[in-house]
């Protein structure tokens, strides 16, 4: 497994950004794909935004496309999210993910962080 840590997020009034960070502690961070995925309570799990290992290929939620934008530095092994427009529904738990190659699952998780967005 691989252990991430998660840096940003807190709260701001609807219409501000926030930054999301993750560092990865691997030597073999470029093999696996990056998401961020968000728990709101009452909530499903939704996958915000996924990136694969080059760092080309992105998908997002419907909710965000637009929005917020996930990028990677496979250099520094961290991955990010942009969170731009931010909107109340956008207030959750945002946790990191990494899912490795030959694999259908996210085996990896950062400690989440609080982003809360008021209106």
């Known amino acids: 497994q691989v252990q991430l840590v998660q840096s940003g997020g807190g709260s701001v009034q609807a219409g501000d950004s926030l930054r999301l960070s993750c560092t990865a502690s691997t030597n073999y961070f470029i093999l696996y794909t990056m998401a961020w995925i968000r728990q709101a309570p009452g909530k499903e799990r939704e996958t915000v935004a996924m990136?694969?290992?080059?760092?080309?290929?992105?998908n997002y939620l419907d909710s965000v496309k637009g929005r917020f934008t996930i990028s990677r530095n496979n250099v520094k092994n961290e991955v990010y999210l942009q969170m731009n427009s931010l909107k109340s529904d956008d207030t959750a738990i945002y946790y990191c993910?990494?899912?490795?190659?030959?694999?259908?699952?996210?085996?990896?998780w950062g400690q989440g962080t609080q982003v809360t967005v008021s209106s």
């Open positions: 993910a990494a899912r490795p190659p030959n694999s259908s699952n996210f085996t990896s």
């Open positions: 990136i694969d290992r080059s760092g080309r290929n992105t």
